[in-house]
T-cell receptor
Framework: DVKVTQSSRYLVKRTGEKVFLECVQDMDHENMFWYRQDPGLGLRLIYF???????EKGDIPEGYSVSREKKERFSLILESASTNQTSMYLC?????????????FGQGTRLTVV | AQTVTQSQPEMSVQEAETVTLSCTYDTSENNYYLFWYKQPPSRQMILVIR??????QNATENRFSVNFQKAAKSFSLKISDSQLGDTAMYFCAFMISYGGSQGNLIFGKGTKLSVKP
C-alpha cells in the first residue's frame, strides 16, 4: 500500500515560533504537495515540488516555505507562526507518469497557533 | 486559471437511497483528469472515482458513478444505495495532464454528505 505519513496528527504552537511539518512517502513519487484545508474553502495549494530541491509556489505561499532535500521527504515550514495559520495541513504525493493518475494523501496535521 | 465549483455545501440522504453531488469546472485545457475524493471524519482523503477527459464513457466504481459532460464542464457524482459509511466530505478535483506528466490537484470547496438511518 502507498503510504504518506505526516509527522504529527495534532500540533499546538505559540505565535512567532518556527514550525516544521514533515511528510514522508514510500512510493518513490516525484511530486509532493502541501495543502491547507479550512471549512468552506476546501483545499488550497501552498507549495508543491516535482523533484528533489525543486519547489513551486501554489495559491497561498505567503508565510510558508518548503524544503525537499530527499525524494521521499517534503517539509513545510512556518517561519513565524501566526494565529491565522491555524488550520488543517494535508500532504500528498503522486507519480509523474506510469499510468497511475492519483494523488495519495497523508492523514493531516491539525495545527493550532495560540 | 482552472477553477472547480461545488454548489452544494451540505446534503443529506436516507440510507439505501440515491444522491447526486454536483461539480462544475472551468478550463481551457483539453487533457485533464477529474476526481472525486472522500474525506470521512478520520480525515484520510480517499479516492472514490476518477475520469479521464478523453474518455467519453462515464466511470463507475461499484455504487459510485459519474455523469461527465465535457462540453458543459460538469462532473457529478451519483451514490447509489447510500450507506452510513458514505457520510463524509466529498471533494471534486481537477488535474491537468501535461503530455503524460501530471500537475497539481485543484479542489472544489467540498460537499458535506450525511447519510441518515
Amino acid at each position: 500500500d502507498v503510504k504518506v505519513t505526516q509527522s504529527s496528527r495534532y500540533l499546538v504552537k505559540r505565535t512567532g515560533e518556527k514550525v516544521f511539518l514533515e511528510c514522508v512517502q514510500d512510493m518513490d513519487h516525484e511530486n509532493m504537495f502541501w495543502y491547507r484545508q479550512d471549512p468552506g474553502l476546501g483545499l488550497r495549494l501552498i507549495y508543491f515540488s516535482y523533484d528533489v530541491k525543486m519547489k513551486e509556489k501554489g495559491d497561498i505561499p505567503e508565510g510558508y516555505s518548503v524544503s525537499r532535500e530527499k525524494k521521499e521527504r517534503f517539509s513545510l515550514i512556518l517561519e513565524s507562526a501566526s494565529t491565522n495559520q491555524t488550520s488543517m495541513y494535508l500532504c500528498a504525493s503522486s507519480p509523474t507518469d506510469g499510468g497511475v493518475t492519483e494523488a495519495f494523501f497523508g492523514q493531516g496535521t491539525r495545527l493550532t497557533v495560540v | 486559471a482552472q477553477t472547480v465549483t461545488q454548489s452544494q455545501p451540505e446534503m443529506s440522504v436516507q440510507e439505501a437511497e440515491t444522491v447526486t453531488l454536483s461539480c462544475t469546472y472551468d478550463t481551457s485545457e483539453n487533457n485533464y483528469y477529474l476526481f472525486w475524493y472522500k474525506q470521512p471524519p478520520s480525515r484520510q482523503m480517499i479516492l472514490v472515482i476518477r475520469q479521464e477527459a478523453y474518455k467519453q464513457q462515464n466511470a463507475t466504481e461499484n455504487r459510485f458513478s459519474v455523469n461527465f459532460q465535457k462540453a458543459a464542464k460538469s462532473f457529478s457524482l451519483k451514490i447509489s444505495d447510500s450507506q452510513l459509511g458514505d457520510t463524509a466530505m466529498y471533494f471534486c478535483a481537477f488535474m491537468i495532464s501535461y503530455g503524460g506528466s501530471q500537475g497539481n490537484l485543484i479542489f472544489g470547496k467540498g460537499t458535506k454528505l450525511s447519510v441518515k438511518p
